[in-house]
């Protein structure tokens, strides 16, 4: 898959952009707060409808404006020639086309282009709350499995009402559980533990390549361990019915005095771990970067497996943020990637990895050539 064509207006700082990109490694130079970043995020965008950076909808259209457009030329995942529209007004709402067809929800947006954005906010990934790691995880399976996207808006769809019901139960006078609250618990139970089989062998997958890139990129100093951690104990994954349904059973008082689910995927995490050590609880911050950056290029192989062709590969200000010796690694890697956009602060920053990319200067909402 990749991008040929990237159109946007009143996006971000961008009046209106009309970009060819290269089909292999694109870079963006320009100072701070030019609108490179905001490039990446479009493109990431058009892959997923939401940004990169959890912004809503409404702070991505340009100040003074009252909607956005991003407009994309290039071929799919399955080989097609495929454009892509995606517009927002703050008074209509999302709307996206695919080949000019509206598409009626924005899932079906999924799986026809990915991509896979390494930034500096990856931190949060090891240093974050565990919903920073769902995240990660959901975003990277909902991609290549309409399915999972499915499943997963039905389970937060019940945890809502579920919730309500609690809510409503902590105002009732019997100490029974209210008939309204045990017609949530079937659908908890089976959804929940549908995903949570999912998210499990997605990570037993991501677990030997971020560890086998994380020893690239850190050259072999360090290993790098993930696990799946669900909010309870399940040692048979045949038996997650079961002890999600024990967990519920456990959690039921403490859960009518909150008026919230307690157990469920929406609380498991994923464990991160450098040298058999937490790396949430220790590490530097090059480590914290080094491992984030190794899950980001896991879920780009995991895509590329999924989908048989490699995601977009986005790569935010990588030169600020990892030692030398590290983003020389990352870069000698680059190529194996497929399509590339990298964005940078100085062009001296590409050093020996000028040959064979294609470069743009960016000012103040503007991409041009670099001459």
């Known amino acids: 898959m990749h991008l040929k064509r990237l159109s946007l207006s009143h996006y971000r700082n961008y009046t209106s952009l009309a970009l060819t990109c290269d089909h292999q490694t694109n ?22 409808a939401r940004s990169c950076r959890e912004a809503q909808d409404r702070e991505l259209v340009r100040m003074g404006a009252d909607h ?4 994309g030329q290039g071929q799919s995942a399955e080989g097609r020639e495929v454009e892509v529209q995606i517009r927002y007004g703050r008074h209509t709402g999302k709307k996206v086309f695919v080949n000019e067809s509206p598409q009626r929800n924005l899932s079906d947006l999924y799986g026809i282009m990915a991509a896979v954005v390494i930034s500096p906010d990856d931190r949060r990934l090891v240093q974050g709350s565990p919903n920073s790691r769902r995240r ?20 937060r769809r019940v945890v809502r009402q579920r919730n309500e019901a609690l809510r409503a139960h902590q105002h009732r006078e019997s100490p029974e559980m209210a008939p309204d609250l045990e017609v949530w618990n079937a659908p908890l139970v089976a959804l929940g533990s549908r995903i949570m089989r ?46 999600f349904q024990e967990a519920l059973d456990r959690s ?15 609380r498991d995490d994923l464990a991160i771990r450098m040298n058999g050590v937490s790396l949430q609880a ?18 780009a192989r995991f895509l590329w497996h999924q989908l048989q062709v490699p995601p977009l590969l986005l790569l935010d200000d990588i030169f600020a943020e990892i030692d030398a010796a590290r983003t020389g690694r990352l870069m000698e890697m680059v190529p194996t990637y497929g399509q590339t956009f990298i964005t940078t602060a100085k062009e001296s920053d590409i050093g020996d990895y000028r040959q064979g990319i294609t470069r743009f200067r960016v000012h103040d909402g503007a991409v041009t050539p670099w001459d």
Not at 29 to 42: D, V
Not at 68 to 71: D, E, R, S, V, Y
Not at 282 to 299: D, F, I, P, V, W
């Open 68 to 71: 956005f457009l991003i407009q």
């Open 136 to 155: 990660f995880l959901d975003i990277a399976i909902s991609q290549s499995n309409a399915a999972y996207l499915a499943t997963l808006q039905d389970y």
């Open 27 to 48: 870079v963006f130079i320009g100072t701070n707060g030019q609108g490179k970043t905001n490039l990446l995020e479009a493109v990431y965008y058009l892959c997923v």
């Open 282 to 299: 220790y590490g530097s911050q090059g480590q914290h970067k080094t491992a984030a950056t190794a899950l980001k290029l896991a879920e």
């Open 198 to 243: 999912k998210r499990a062998d997605v990570v037993a997958a991501l677990k030997e390549e971020a560890r086998r890139v994380h020893a690239e990129i850190s050259g072999d100093d360090e290993v790098l361990e993930l696990d799946y951690a669900p909010s309870f104990e399940c040692e048979d994954p045949g038996d997650i019915e079961e002890s």
């Open 252 to 266: 039921g008082p403490r859960e009518r005095a909150r008026g919230v689910t307690e157990v469920g995927p929406h």
